[in-house]
């Protein structure tokens, strides 16, 4: 791993936004939410996202780039590379929450870049200072002079994960326990000469970029029976992601999905 070191000189910041929810509202209210990357005294904008809801999750995918010229190591270690959403207005934008990253921190990341981080955002000078505001998905990579340029793009994977935290904002781990008793009314997808067919079912549970899964039971009279128990760890507090249950049929030529379901996290744990 090469991280380089910092040098007097010209540098770019380039920010991929990729992904915002949960923007922090009471009741059922919309906004006009504009996202901001600023650094070394460069600030640039998004696109606004119009008509967000306490409960939207929105695809930005907007690149922004913060020229930085004829800096100094003493300015570079100093420096902060912020991040804030804003609810934009008629004639003003309110401060809805903000997350900054020390640039020399970044900088010292392997290829100076941090990929498809979630982060949580809170508004350090509101009433509910320790509250989070916002969750957004971002990417950051820092060019110097005598760097590789890093290309940022989209993520295609699903899983969430945990968010970085402000100081503010006291995280706390608890766990999520998941108890399975035993399917009914499965269907029938392995045939034989000498059966009237069963399937081999087990059960997978993925939470962000964890899955748990059952021992793959035979079925008999379509039901079987699993009794088994699983520790999900929880980072609180929780982004809004989800819990995917699916039932599926073990097979050499591989598994069949015979049926899903998707709980809010949230909910479980409210």
């Known amino acids: 791993m090469k991280v380089g070191k910092l040098k007097d000189g010209d540098y770019t910041v380039h920010i991929l936004v990729e992904t915002i929810k949960d923007v922090n509202m009471q009741g059922d209210r919309t906004t006009d939410v504009i996202i901001s990357g600023s650094a070394g005294g460069q600030q640039k904008y998004t696109e606004t996202q119009e008509g967000m809801t306490n409960t939207s999750e929105v695809s930005v995918q907007e690149h922004i780039f913060l020229e930085l010229k004829d800096k100094s190591v003493e300015e570079l270690e100093t420096m902060k590379i912020v991040l804030k959403a804003n609810e ?30 979630w982060i949580a955002l809170n508004n350090p000078a509101g009433e509910n200072y320790a509250d989070v505001a916002a969750y957004m998905k971002i990417s950051i990579s820092i060019t110097g002079e005598d760097d590789e340029p890093v290309e940022l793009k989209e993520d295609d994977a699903e899983e969430e994960g945990n968010a970085f935290m402000p100081s503010s904002i006291k995280s706390k781990f608890t766990q999520l326990k998941i108890h399975i008793f035993r399917g009914e009314n499965l269907p029938r997808l392995d045939f034989s000469v000498l059966s009237k067919g069963s399937m081999d079912a087990y059960l997978k549970c993925k939470v962000g970029n964890r899955t748990l899964q059952t021992k793959p039971i035979t079925t008999k009279n379509d039901a079987c029976i699993w009794n088994e128990s699983f520790l999900i760890p929880v980072q609180m ?10 039932v599926l049929d073990k097979d050499a030529t591989g598994d069949e999905i015979a049926g899903c379901l998707i709980f809010n996290f949230k909910d479980l744990i409210a």
């Not at 309110?94 to 020390?102: H, S, Y």
């Not at 507090?237 to 699916?246: A, D, E, R, T």
């Open 88 to 117: 934009k207005a008629a004639f003003k934008e309110a401060v809805i929450g903000l997350m900054e990253f020390d640039f020399s921190y970044i900088y010292f990341l392997d290829k100076h870049t941090m990929f498809h981080q």
């Open 237 to 246: 507090p929780i982004m809004s992601g989800i819990l995917k249950v699916q």
